[in-house]
């Protein structure tokens, strides 16, 4: 068996980040802004979470960096009354994640 030489090895494709399906629900129009998302540079995991309700009501649906975690972030998505935590695992810094976020929002 010959060992491969960093010649002989083929070059490797950036790969996009992955997108974990988690729950069977999300708000509506969430995933294919997360999609979006997953295809970007230094995005590595792209996880919805929990649903839950809440009193104010966002006309239109929100994405904005709650905490940080190890690893990446924590966003909030907000459409109606309808809540739900989004886990990006990133190697990005929060304000060039907030820039990232709003300019895939807006496509």
Known sequence: MIKPTPD???ATPVKDGRL???HSTHIPGLIPILERLCKLDGI???TPGQLGRVKGHSPKLQLRVS???RGGF???ARHG???QEVFILT???QQQLEEVIAT???K
């Open 74 to 76: 924590k966003l909030i």
């Open 67 to 69: 905490v940080p975690i």
């Open 20 to 22: 974990v399906w988690n």
């Open 81 to 83: 009354k309808t809540v």
């Open 91 to 93: 190697t990005l810094p």
């Open 8 to 10: 002989t090895r083929k």
């Open 104 to 106: 895939v929002i807006q």
């Open 44 to 46: 590595q995991t792209v």
